[in-house]
């Protein structure tokens, strides 16, 4: 299992949506704090995290925020909760937060499915900058 500081997040997300690439590296330009560090979860690391939360036999469809000895979240929580530390003028996307958590997973769900269709699949890996490299697992 991964070790990280106590005040670290870690991101697993879809290595191969064009979609989930292009917030990785939002959140690489706006995490000035470098709160956040990342794993795709088909990496052996993304898979170890996996079966150490006990979610590693399910399809997940799902970025995923682990919090090291605190909690991970899954979806729209996941999003949410991202969010919070990143800077104010992000802040607008949890206007969401008032809809009950079954329509925003719903939405994040109905994206999940749609995200190759609609913003297409990588096929090879992107080049990440020299600057950010150390922030990936």
């Known amino acids: ?21 292009y917030w990785v590296r939002v ?5 000035k704090k470098e709160v956040f560090y990342f794993t795709e979860l088909q990496s052996e690391t ?11 036999n399910q399809k997940v469809e799902s970025i995923i925020l682990y919090i090291p000895k605190k909690a991970y979240y899954l979806k729209s929580t996941a999003i949410f909760e991202i969010v919070k530390s990143l800077p104010w003028f992000f ?43 150390h922030r990936f697992i």
Request: with cysteine.
């Open 1 to 21: 299992m991964i070790s990280l500081p106590d005040s670290k997040k870690l991101i697993l997300y879809d290595g191969h949506c064009v979609l989930c690439d």
């Open 27 to 31: 959140l690489l330009r706006h995490d």
């Open 46 to 56: 993304g898979k170890s995290v996996q079966k150490y939360l006990g979610i590693e």
């Open 91 to 133: 802040y607008g996307i949890l206007i969401f937060k008032i809809l009950p958590h079954v329509v925003t997973d719903k939405m994040y769900t109905i994206v999940a499915k749609n995200r190759y269709k609609w913003f297409g699949r990588k096929t090879t890996c992107g080049l990440i900058d020299v600057s950010w490299q």
